[in-house]
């Protein structure tokens, strides 16, 4: 255990016959933007249920904040954990507001400190005149910055994001991306995203890591993964290449 946010070490899991994850091993440090770039199947989606809480590896230990949060006779519930997953499709509440779509995540702390959360991730999110609307009157970044906002109410350690810009217009996703950025770097918010699209992960990250098959192949900032890929397989995923 190193001094990082977060580590997974030596994550397995197995669904039936299919290893999913395979003796994984991986860091965090606090306040950078980690994309997990693969091919869809490799089990990106599912490393960030393990480390959420929502799926249980066979084997291995997650540690946040230097305090073990999965492993042998542990395993601490996902509402515990302190860690904000924003799903694929957003999952806003179709029957609330923007404000109560933000509020949801917050509902237990006093009224005082819910409304001064609500109205930093709104001035953050840029969402102070969308408040009364309703998700089927927002776009699609609109609806990315509440799900984003709800989660950033709760304070997470550590936000997880998963393919966050695929149900997104291809002219919209540049925009919104610089937009993610921009937010998740002014709130200083430790971030795992993962996406099947190089050009998302090494613009976005501080670092990338490269998944094949349920292993993480090499990570690196994006020139290092670029320039000088440690396989083939990571040289496929950072860009056309010729092989000799």
Request: aromatic residues 6%; contains cysteine; negative net charge.
């Amino acid at each position: 255990m190193g001094d990082f946010l977060l580590e997974c070490s030596n994550l397995n899991i197995n669904f039936g016959q299919n290893h999913v994850i395979k003796n994984l091993n991986m860091h965090l440090l606090a306040g950078e933007i980690l994309s997990i770039l693969g091919p869809s199947g490799c089990g990106k989606t599912t490393l960030l249920r393990i480390i959420a809480g929502l799926e249980n590896p066979s084997q291995g230990n997650i540690y946040l904040k230097n305090h073990k949060i999965f492993g042998p006779n542990i395993n601490l519930q996902p509402s515990n954990r302190n860690i904000g997953m924003i799903f694929q499709d957003y999952a806003l509440f179709p029957h609330l507001t923007v404000e109560k779509n933000i509020l949801f995540g917050i509902s237990n702390l006093e009224k005082k400190i819910q409304d001064e959360n609500s109205e930093r991730v709104q001035q953050l999110t840029r969402l102070e005149g969308l408040k009364d609307r309703y998700p089927h009157e927002l776009s699609g970044g609109q609806q990315q910055r509440v799900a984003i906002a709800r989660t950033l109410a709760t304070n997470p350690t550590v936000l997880l994001m998963d393919e966050p810009f695929s149900n997104l217009d291809a002219s919209l996703r540049l925009s919104v991306r610089m937009e993610m950025e921009q937010i998740l770097k002014s709130s200083n918010t430790t971030t795992i995203f993962v996406t099947h699209d190089r050009e998302e992960a090494f613009s976005i990250s501080d670092r990338v890591a490269i998944m094949v098959e349920g292993a993480i192949q090499q990570v690196g900032p994006p020139d290092q993964i670029y320039f000088w890929p440690n396989s083939k397989e990571s040289a496929l995923m950072s860009g056309n290449c010729d092989f000799i």
